[in-house]
């Protein structure tokens, strides 16, 4: 990664301390990766359209084990035609918050599928607005773990979308 991307992470975020500071780090990582594209990569990947797309809109508010809150502001180009925010965008990004959130409680030796993303859309989130993204693990265990993600406008805290992701874990083989 560049040292001058801007980290995820703030200074603003709060950390829980009985959180270990190697799962922050890891958990940073994972969230720089699609928020500050890899120039390294460039040769070996096609064009990544999703960091493009959200670098700007996604600040990490707080991570601890199991918990991950972000803000995620609604510009144009995450819009559909009626000025709300898109659903793939908003699949997009409760697919990579639970993934991260999955993260916090299973370790670097097992790799994780997504099984199953079941979306529910409440309410639209309209252009210019402000969401606030709570992922939270509902149950982990050996081979599966279950994320929970909601969607607040963050003047009112009203719901606006909903989310569980359900993620199969496997242990990578080393040959």
Known sequence: MSSSS?????????????IDPNNVSLAENFLKSFTCPDSSLDD??????????????????SVAR????????????LTN??????????????????MACARTFV????????????????????VTSELVVEG?????GRNL???N?????????KVTYLARATFYQSIISKL
Do not use: W
């Open 107 to 126: 370790s670097e030796e097992k790799q994780l599928f997504l099984g199953e993303l079941s979306m529910s859309y409440l309410s639209a989130a309209p």
């Open 149 to 157: 993600v909601e969607f607040k406008m963050k003047d009112t805290m």
């Open 6 to 18: 801007p980290s995820p992470i703030s200074s603003e975020t709060t950390i829980s301390k009985e």
């Open 44 to 61: 070996f990947a096609s064009f990544d359209s999703f960091s493009v797309l959200f670098q700007n809109n996604i600040r990490a508010l």
């Open 145 to 147: 773990t279950v994320v």
């Open 81 to 98: 035609y009626f000025n709300g925010l898109h659903g793939g965008a908003v699949a997009s990004i409760a697919e990579r918050l639970s």
């Open 66 to 77: 199991g918990r991950i809150t972000c803000s995620v502001v609604v510009t144009p180009g």
């Open 136 to 140: 939270s693990v509902v149950r982990s």
